[in-house]
């Protein structure tokens, strides 16, 4: 399990993360699954080894998912929002 330095000390794990994130950014996480935000979690870690703002993080969350879609394997932001939401009414 993928473990992030969220507003300068505080280390989360992706179900904590799962916990925290406020409405406005958790309707996006809700579409990932626990592999894929494992994923997203790691590659934020590489990006942020100090840590990440909590606001950042969710900002990531609600405004990049071009960037997280691509992390994933993703042609494009298109085709990862197709594959979830079908995946999430199915």
Known sequence: MAVL???GSFEFNTDEIRD???PAAKEYVDYLSDDE???IV???SEWYPDGIDEVELE???RFKDET???WLGY???EEFWDDHQE???A
Do not use: E
Request: proline share 0%.
């Open 68 to 70: 997280y879609a691509k």
């Open 42 to 44: 790691d590659t934020l």
């Open 5 to 7: 330095t969220v507003s």
């Open 75 to 77: 042609d494009d932001v």
């Open 59 to 61: 900002d990531f969350f």
């Open 37 to 39: 935000l494992d994923i």
């Open 20 to 22: 925290m994130i406020r």
């Open 87 to 89: 995946q999430y009414y």
